[in-house]
């Protein structure tokens, strides 16, 4: 007997919005075709739901109840002053820029002055002049699941970037996506990072939103990143919003031989939010350095799923995650560590921590070591704990009024995180939207 999948409301409203849209995304004959076979397989997968073991803490086929219609088109206008606002602390950063606003790239917002071995383009330009790679490119969506197909079928535009071989980058790469406007809608972007042999580079995506503009939001973004042999990327993502969008994100990071990869994420005020990393080494004596920190309060749900794939000898792989959660927020990691038969030698470490601010919070950490390698050192660990009453009461005992004292304990805390990040105008940026995210908590 032929069971029928009952398809939710939200999943069929996606499949008609791809019906309704198709027509209208950008990209040639071809990349059509891939997105409806990237739509025919979200089809057949659904939205990912709890019995599915990678989302079993992130129900998204029970969360999702409405869809929100693709930004295929957008002119909401905004101004560099603007722009400067929905970034808060990281305009501080000097850094070349490029801008998307609503997911549509906007040349007037850029700042790519003397850019030297940096070359950028957009995904938008390029569906339509390169087709069949970017067709090609596209291929291994389906296999990574139906967000990655989703992201296949609607994507409008995004950052292309390259750094040239043995290049170093005089400054960072600010890669903006910025939301604007009244509009509810659903922005899907994917970016392409490609770094050289020999070359070193900063790159930062920063997901913000103007204050002012609609609540509710939903997101889909994918990053595509190739480090190259003994090169380094030190790749950060900011998400920071006003606490009722939906946020899911990928990263896809391969790391050739004798390359470094420094990956930091940072999220506060997303409704519910994805986060997930896959790391794959496709050379000997790579090095893996991956972190992150998060805040969730009210009914924030903030879900860190990573899979690191030791697929070859000599390489090293170093992950730290720590969250705060208040009230009834929720934070969610899931890290794998994978050890092939040839990896020998593989050093791994994983660590992921929670502070709880509140008895109705929750922290579920799932770390996992596959290992098939017999000469090898790993180990991973998981904290949750709250904050401690003995130290709380030897800062008092000092004079510091408790809400201050709670404050430098929680900042202590979470700053062991952001101190991974190197760049000292991105620390400093990090911090001050954690000590923002404080405030508003006292003063709540």
Known sequence: MNVALMKTKAEQALTEAFEASAAKLPGSAAVKAR?????????SLGLPHRRIEEWKYTDLRGNLKDVLPPAIHDETP?????????????AHVDAHRIAFVNGHHRAELDDLRDASGLEVTTLGKTLSSAPTNVADALTK???NGAIAALNAAFMTDGAI???ADKATLAKPLLVVFVRAGSAKQTVTVRNFVSIGDAATATIIEAHVVLPGSAIESQSNALTEVSVGKGATLHHAKVAVDDGKCLHLADWDVVLGADATY??????????????EINVRYAGERGKLDLSGA?????HEHVDTTLVVDHAVPNCESRELFKGVLDDHGRGVFQGKIIVRPDAQKTDGKQMAQALMLSEDAEFDSKPELEIFADDVVCGHGTTSAELDPDL??????????EAEARALMIESFIGEAIDKVENPELHTALMAFAVNWLSNAARG
């Open 161 to 163: 970037v390259r750094v």
């Open 262 to 275: 420094r990956g930091f994420q940072f999220s506060s005020g997303l409704g519910l939010a994805r986060n």
């Open 35 to 43: 997105r409806a076979e990237a739509i025919g397989a979200f089809g």
């Open 141 to 143: 969506s389906d296999a």
């Open 294 to 298: 998060y805040m969730a309060r009210a």
């Open 392 to 401: 709380l009461f030897y800062c008092r005992s000092r004079g510091i009024p």
């Open 78 to 90: 905004l101004t560099i002053a603007e722009l400067i606002v929905a970034l808060g602390p990281l």
